[in-house]
Nanobody, 120 residues
């Protein structure tokens, strides 16, 4: 099973920045898409940003202009640069990826989550 490793979460003051990273260190044949979800207490998990193999990106409206998702295909790593952070961005952020672990076996994997807290 593909295992994703997340890093970069932490405590930041409003207006600050954080950069999240997620890597798939296991043997991967191909990755179609990677993205970031988040879940705040009492809220449903939402897809924050995604990037597909052709470089197309999508963002939830609330983070447009502030967050940037990027991908290093050679490293099977996805990044989420978060700028101008707001308290409402506080959540556990989860990395996800879909692709093929070998030539014929699809996979879908999720990280364990990294906490992002935006507060003074």
């Amino acid at each position: 099973q593909v295992q994703l490793v997340e890093s970069g979460g932490g405590l930041v003051q409003p207006g600050g920045s954080l950069r999240l990273s997620c890597a798939a260190p296991g043997r991967i044949y191909s990755i179609h898409a990677m993205g970031w979800d988040r879940q705040a207490p009492g809220k449903q998990r939402e897809l924050v940003a995604s990037i597909v193999s052709d470089g197309t990106t999508k963002y939830v409206d609330s983070v447009k202009g502030r967050f940037t998702i990027s991908r290093d295909n050679g490293k099977n790593t996805v990044y989420l640069q978060m700028n101008s952070l707001k308290p409402e961005d506080t959540a556990v952020y989860y990395c996800n990826a879909v692709g093929f672990s070998d030539r014929s076996t699809p996979f879908g994997s999720w990280g364990q989550g990294t906490q992002v807290t935006v507060a003074s």
